[in-house]
């Protein structure tokens, strides 16, 4: 844990290198959210609805904030980790998590990567079978960390999101010059009613990310900390910056949904893989052919800095989960390696054998981060009541308004489900 005096020095510091040198944790974090969220449901609530699902993104952005805030603040303030918080909390709250964490997991490594082979199918000029295309995705992932540890982690991701966000402005700069494709007497769907709701909740699921993300951002945070001396103000502006950014880019793709596909009188793909390669084509016929590369580098660096991001930030929550439930002092390097094997092989196991279902099970793996989400985010709040930087009236105040606000959803959706509304 970190001493007060360490802290108050690395406070007076505090400057715009430090602030650079902290950046890292929100960093991955971005690279974790940017992927289904943004890529696929950001993009497809533009090319259906056009802009009306923009204020629901400002929202769930907004809303959930404080809660990923207290995880990254939490850490910064005591030195543990939010799973250790979660302990403290009660033995039971750790369990929930750690089964949570483990099917979360699983499921999302196969998603993001058979979604980045599905890319990469676009960039290469030959034919390679989709499950060799995974096994390599993944596989290169496995090695980038097994070889690397989290320094290659921090700097690919930072890589990474550079080249995103300049990639994805040109785009939507590119498609604004253009103008929308959508007729001026062009009617849109609204999403305003019950059959839309399970759409909704998707998005705002995995809006910017799954809520334990929370708990693996606070895994990187300590990792950081190991590398170098991060103070908790140039924690807190790495986190901003992460989670800020993620939030803009969220309304960036939506708007590429909105100006490219929304209108253009071809039917918007549900399934994952499917919808990106129309998005590539959709793009390469409105925009011009030599965007395909463009675009298709957009996505495939997306769903490659998520596809890492998972793969080393799931596999951290499970190993400390389980030490902490077995109450084990230490865990070993070679257990969070096996871990990471473990989640790899996992998630190739679901993409050979389960491939067909994969999309209705990342729908429902969403949902059931939305749902749990207000469980979550009141931990999360209990945590940072107390200390010596604990949270001010106006952050407390927004996440009273974001639970309520989150609660309702989740119950009415449940409401819904249970054939209790039309």
């Given at each position: 844990m970190t001493s007060n005096t360490e802290s108050m020095q690395s406070e007076e510091i505090s400057n715009w290198k430090s602030k650079l040198g902290a950046l890292g944790p929100g960093i991955l974090m971005a690279s974790a959210a940017v992927g289904g969220s943004h890529l696929i449901a950001s993009t497809q609530s533009g090319a259906i609805y056009g802009w009306q699902l923009a204020i629901?993104?400002?929202?769930?952005?907004?809303?959930?904030?404080?809660?990923?805030?207290?995880?990254?603040?939490?850490?910064?303030?005591?030195?543990?980790?939010?799973?250790?918080?979660?302990?403290?909390?009660?033995?039971?709250?750790?369990w929930i998590f750690t089964i949570l964490n483990i099917f979360a997991s699983v499921i999302n490594t196969a998603a993001v990567g058979l979604l980045c082979a599905v890319i990469l199918s676009f960039i290469l000029p030959f034919s390679v079978p989709m499950p060799i295309l995974s096994t390599i995705v993944l596989g290169i992932s496995l090695t980038l960390l097994l070889l690397g540890k989290y320094r290659v982690l921090d700097s690919?991701?930072?890589?990474?999101?550079?080249?995103?966000?300049?990639?994805?402005?040109?785009?939507?700069?590119?498609?604004?010059?253009?103008?929308?494709?959508?007729?001026?007497?062009?009617?849109?769907?609204?999403p305003w009613n019950l059959g839309a709701l399970a759409?909704?909740?998707?998005?705002?699921?995995?809006?910017?990310?799954?809520i334990e993300i929370s708990a693996v951002n606070s895994m990187w945070v300590v990792a950081k900390r190991r590398l170098a001396k991060v103070s908790y103000r140039d924690g807190l502006f790495d986190f901003?910056?992460?989670?800020?950014?993620?939030?803009?880019?969220?309304?960036?793709?939506?708007?590429?949904?909105?100006?490219?596909?929304?209108?253009?009188?071809?039917?918007?793909?549900?399934?994952?893989?499917?919808?990106?390669?129309?998005?590539?084509?959709?793009?390469?016929?409105?925009i011009g052919e030599w965007s395909r590369l463009l675009i298709a580098f957009i996505a495939f660096s997306c769903m490659f800095?998520?596809?890492?991001?998972?793969?080393?930030?799931?596999?951290?929550?499970?190993?400390?989960?389980?030490?902490?439930?077995?109450?084990?002092?230490?865990?070993?390097?070679?257990?969070?390696?096996?871990?990471?094997?473990?989640?790899?092989?996992?998630?190739?196991?679901?993409?050979?054998?389960?491939?067909?279902?994969?999309?209705?099970?990342?729908?429902f793996a969403m949902i059931a981060s939305f749902v749990s989400t207000p469980i979550f985010a009141t931990l999360n709040l209990l945590l940072v009541l107390k200390g010596e930087h604990k949270i001010s009236k106006g952050l407390y105040w927004l996440s009273i308004v974001g639970l309520i606000y989150l609660t309702a959803f989740a119950l009415l959706f449940i409401v819904q489900q249970l054939g209790l509304l039309g």
């Open positions: 629901i993104i400002i929202l769930a952005n907004l809303f959930k904030y404080p809660f990923f805030r207290f995880g990254a603040q939490y850490t910064l303030d005591s030195g543990n980790t939010l799973l250790e918080g979660y302990r403290q909390k009660g033995q039971f709250y750790l690919v991701s930072k890589l990474i999101m550079i080249s995103l966000t300049l990639a994805t402005v040109a785009a939507v700069v590119i498609a604004m010059s253009r103008g929308a494709v959508a007729p001026a007497d062009y009617v849109s769907a609204t759409f909704i909740v998707a998005l705002m699921g995995w809006m910017p990310a799954p901003n910056v992460g989670y800020i950014g993620t939030a803009i880019l969220a309304l960036v793709f939506l708007a590429l949904g909105a100006l490219v596909q929304h209108g253009s009188g071809v039917e918007v793909e549900k399934v994952g893989g499917r919808y990106i390669a129309q998005l590539i084509n959709m793009y390469a016929v409105t800095g998520t596809t890492i991001t998972v793969i080393d930030g799931y596999s951290r929550c499970n190993v400390e989960a389980i030490r902490l439930i077995l109450k084990k002092q230490e865990t070993r390097q070679g257990f969070l390696n096996l871990s990471m094997l473990f989640t790899t092989i996992a998630g190739l196991v679901v993409l050979f054998f389960f491939n067909n279902a994969l999309a209705p099970m990342l729908q």
